[in-house]
């Protein structure tokens, strides 16, 4: 390091606190006490709807925990996704974004939605982006779909940034106030409505490397204020692709690494793996040989000797890691997607008191993921589909060198890399169409109260369609590497045997297809709502809002043809179709019931109550109370209760069953690298030898085990209760500082997710659980591990509790301009998981460790320090990045080192008219920091949730208003 980035780096943690960081807001998002920047709702009397109630408030008097991120917030990031600017909120768990590329290498994961190719997802608290509920200017907004399942989360990436205003977010269970779903907290995102002219912006950026180049550009327009307002705008986003192979940490499988004998490659290899025939041991068992072919054989079939599987004058020779295939390099670190939006807002007055609006959305997104050649082949001990691994090969096939036909009596398994079909490609389209219509307006009640109403109706649809290329039928494979003389019309005998370059042209016409998936969701709903207060307290008027809501929710998922039919050699996959409807009613007070008096500046208390009937889960009544006391002026606390619920999503309720390759270290092998193994634990080896595996050992074959998921229409809802307890002190004699702590504790019970493959099998072996044993399948004789049964249901629970601390400072405007400095910190003190078992629960606490597959970071400490300087036509901003170490318990808790990392930007603008043109740079990762390598997590040796991509991010910014 030299003596500059030393200093830098010192002076960027000084201004952070580095000494303390955690995660954080980006740019200049506000807290609680921060009234919205850039807000143009109208506000009758300095009263409006604030996101976490349904009745008007001053929002400087919020009583729950939120943070306000507006469109002068998200361009300082640099950013191109608003969701890659919430998933650094000190609160953010992380969810999809583009730096996870799971189609072809993961399969469907173990929550009912499908991939999820190309989405982007907010998660909160570390409790799943299903448990966030994404609303639009306050009313609930479609789901998903990347035509792969039915997911039960929204897609951010279908919402145009240049609809956006500002978001909200609350960060506290809000089921009461908003219904399912809001069990983590709710993200509001709040369009324009009002704007006066045209405005516009530019962006290109890309990573020092040469790649990951992105192009943005937004434009709006509006008519200005009157009786009607309209506001129309566009925005387009291309990102190009970064290669895992264009970074050291993801060339090969085993983290910074440049060979495949420090693990992580693939048994699937392109001059083909056969296990077979053997020799029986001391115990009678048959020690099957494990062979590969020394190199392509082309115009001949390979010579074998089956006196001497190993001759050197033969065409085998003994299988060793250093055999195997590097699959690292096909693969995406940053997918490529490209985005198209539009939006309009219009409304008209009707009369004085009345407003009628319509709000429209239309979005496309198109995106691709990428994997290596596709793994196919057959045998007992695949693992792959049930027509794969039930195939023979006929004795009479043209290409077979073993002279008889290769079934379950003598062969375990052969696998070959597909790599004349070329790499898995994975196209998506996915088309979003939103529209609402509200009418509103307001009428007087005597006393001079004020009471707004409004009633509102909505309709979103995701359609998408996915293109795969490279994929096998199996049902052809099966016929033409079956006996020649059912090899008829246009069948092709098939060579498996030849290794690479060997399967001809004919061959690949004959069982290759284009695989073409689509999914569509839909939702649509009706609401009502008026706010008002009924009289007079001491504190100030008791409040009140009530409110009904009709919701019915559609989806459906349909495969290929031939992989519905089972012909797939890549992910099986059947159709999946469903639908309910909710009925719900609520209401909400708040009383403030003193203000003005000794040590009680305000006291006030809220309530809510809501009623919920779902179709699919029955009925359900969910409570929140809450107080907001200020025994001074410039004190604030906070406490509140929340009961919250989540019914099953379409996917978890009828999501058929499917496939997710999960990489696992089988502690039963002698190749393994689990802590508690076969090769230092008695106990681990005597079950693993009670389970089917031999007494000699076995090395397993493939590091990815196959995981069957799918829905469970047996699923109940999921239920929560969570506790918050704050105060925010912002004193007179500073203005503009602002001081904010709160503290969360959230239980849900009945918690609907599939237990963790890797949890499955370490209960198998290391406690002879009866019902973990009763999940888990190998091939019988060797020992092999091929499958782990991993279908939702309703766990035990989770318990997280965490601390959120956070300090604002921003300065009046100065002869130097006005100074800003923000510090926002989330402190991660419990996560369990709690799991049943055959004896009663396990409980897995998560607090400061990598969870493995899927991919996901606990961190214990996140943190965000921004400072933030605008001067007479030039600003900066210094921002500084903070993630805390974390322990990997299925790497022999192999630790990955805390990481800081450092933003900067530089501004201009024209002095006399700064919101006329404005003109950026800017650099994210300044320092080049590494991302540290996760050895357990999915692919790319990296933890997409917590890590920027490797390298320095620049980027130019241009602006302009007329």
């Known amino acids: 390091m030299t003596k500059f980035e030393l200093f830098a780096r010192s002076g960027t943690a000084g201004i952070a606190i580095a000494a303390a960081l955690a995660n954080a807001s980006p740019g200049h998002a506000q807290q609680t006490e921060q009234s919205p920047q ?54 953010s768990g992380g969810g999809l974004n583009s730096k996870f590329n799971n189609s072809g290498n993961l399969g469907n994961p173990p929550d009912g939605g499908g991939v999820g190719a190309g989405a982007a997802e907010i ?97 709006s327009w509006g008519n200005g204020r009157g009786p009607t307002q309209i506001v129309v705008g566009a925005n387009y986003v291309q990102q190009d692709g970064v290669l895992a192979g264009s970074r050291a940490i993801s060339r090969f499988p085993a983290p910074y690494s440049d060979t495949c004998l420090d693990g992580g490659c693939s048994g699937f290899v392109p001059l083909g793996r056969f296990i077979v025939f053997g020799t029986p041991n001391a115990q009678g068992q048959i020690v099957r040989n494990d062979l590969t ?25 003994a299988f060793t890691d250093a055999d195997r295939f590097n699959f690292g390099p096909f693969n995406y670190l940053q997918i490529p997607v490209e985005r198209y939006g539009a939006f309009i807002n219009a409304r008209q007055e009707l009369s004085d008191s009345i407003n009628f609006s319509v709000r429209g959305i239309w979005n496309q997104r198109k995106s691709k993921n990428q994997a290596a050649p596709l793994p196919f082949g057959f045998g007992p001990a695949a693992g792959l589909t049930p027509v794969l691994d039930a195939i023979t090969v006929d004795a009479t096939n043209p290409f077979n060198p073993f002279g008889v036909t290769l079934d379950a009596s003598n062969t375990d398994l052969v696998y070959r890399r597909f790599v004349e079909g070329g790499p898995r490609r994975f196209n998506q389209t996915v088309t979003t169409i939103y529209g609402v219509a509200t009418l509103d307006g307001s009428f007087d009640v005597g006393g001079g109260s004020k009471w707004y109403w409004d009633i509102n109706a909505a309709y979103g649809r995701n359609k998408a369609k996915q293109a795969m290329y490279g ?88 495969p290929d043809p031939i992989v519905a039919a089972g012909f797939s050699s890549d992910i099986p996959a059947l159709p999946t179709r469903g639908s309910y409807n909710v009925k719900e009613a609520y209401a909400e007070l708040s009383a403030p019931v003193l203000s003005d008096v000794p040590f009680i500046d305000l006291l006030e208390f809220t309530g809510a109550v809501r009623w919920s009937d779902y179709s699919t889960s029955g009925s359900t009544t969910t409570l929140k109370g809450g107080v907001n006391w200020k025994p001074i002026q410039d004190l604030r ?30 502690p039963c092998s002698t190749s393994t690298t689990a802590g508690q193994n076969w090769n230092n634990n008695p106990t681990i080896r005597a079950n693993c030898i009670a389970q089917g595996v031999p007494a000699a050992g076995y090395a397993q074959a493939n590091p990815q085990i196959s995981v069957l998921v799918g829905g469970n229409q047996d699923l109940a809802a999921e239920s929560s209760k969570s506790w918050i307890f704050g105060g925010v002190y912002s004193p007179s004699f500073i203005p503009g500082l602002s001081i904010e702590g709160n503290y969360y504790d959230i239980k849900i019970k009945g918690a609907i997710q599939a237990v963790n493959a890797e949890i499955t099998l370490g209960q198998c072996v290391a406690q002879n659980d009866a019902d973990a044993c009763a999940l888990v399948t190998r091939a019988p004789g060797g020992g092999q591990l091929t499958f782990i049964e991993g279908l939702l249901q309703n766990i035990a629970g989770i318990r997280t509790k965490g601390i959120d601390a956070n300090l604002t400072y921003r300065t009046q405007k100065t002869s130097a301009g006005r100074f800003g400095f923000t510090w926002n910190n989330t402190i991660l003190t419990r996560y369990d998981v709690i799991v049943p078992t055959a004896d009663g629960a396990l409980v897995v606490s998560r607090e400061g460790t990598e969870q493995g597959s899927p991919s996901q970071a ?60 404005g003109f950026a740079l800017g650099v994210n990762n300044l320092f080049n920091v590494k991302a540290p390598g996760c050895i357990s997590c999915d692919i790319n040796n990296f933890d997409p949730t917590a890590y920027d991509l490797p390298g320095r991010y620049y980027y130019v910014r241009a602006s302009f208003k007329m």
């Open 38 to 91: 850039n807000t143009t709702v109208e506000t009758s009397g300095g009263t409006i709807v604030v996101t976490g109630s349904r009745i008007r408030r001053d929002p400087l008097d919020q009583d729950a925990p939120i943070v306000y991120v507006g469109q002068d917030d998200i361009a300082k990031t640099g950013l191109a996704s608003v969701n890659d600017v919430l998933q650094r909120l000190p609160s």
């Open 123 to 219: 998660d909160l608290r570390y409790l799943g982006s299903r448990r966030v509920l994404v609303l639009v200017d306050g009313i609930r907004y479609v789901n998903g779909a990347s035509a792969s399942g039915v997911p039960g989360s929204t897609d951010l990436n279908s919402i145009p940034e240049s609809a956006i205003e500002r978001i909200e977010v609350l960060q506290d269970g809000a089921s009461a106030i908003y219904g399912s779903d809001a069990i983590a907290g709710v993200v509001n995102i709040i369009t324009k409505k009002s704007q006066e002219g045209l405005r516009a912006s530019a962006q290109v950026g890309g990573y020092g490397q040469g790649d990951g180049f992105t192009k943005s550009a937004q434009v």
């Open 293 to 317: 072919l020394r190199g392509p054989v082309i115009g001949r079939n390979p010579v074998y000797n089956a006196g001497n599987p190993t001759d050197p004058a033969s065409d085998f020779k």
């Open 471 to 558: 994929n096998i039928n199996s049902d052809r494979l099966r016929r033409a590497l079956g006996p020649v003389a059912d090899c008829t019309d246009e069948c092709v005998p098939f060579n498996i045997f030849g290794g690479v370059g060997s399967i001809t042209q004919p061959m690949l016409d004959y069982v290759m297809f284009t695989q073409r998936d689509r999914s569509r969701q839909s939702t649509f709903s009706a609401s009502a709502n008026i706010t008002g207060s009924l009289f007079d307290l001491p504190g100030g008027p008791l409040g009140i809002a009530v409110g009904a809501e009709y919701r019915k929710l559609k989806g459906s998922f349909d």
């Open 637 to 666: 606390l906070r406490a509140s209760y929340a009961e919250g619920f989540r019914a099953p999503s379409i996917g978890e309720l009828f999501g058929t069953q499917s496939r997710f390759d999960q990489p696992i270290n089988d």
């Open 858 to 917: 606990f961190p214990k400490w996140k943190s965000v320090g921004i400072l933030d300087w605008d001067g007479t036509s030039i600003g900066a901003t210094l921002t500084g990045r903070y993630v805390s170490a974390i322990r990997e318990p299925l790497a022999d808790d192999n630790r990955l080192k805390a990481r800081f990392y450092t933003d900067f930007q530089l501004r201009w603008f024209p002095a006399e008219n700064p919101e006329a043109f």
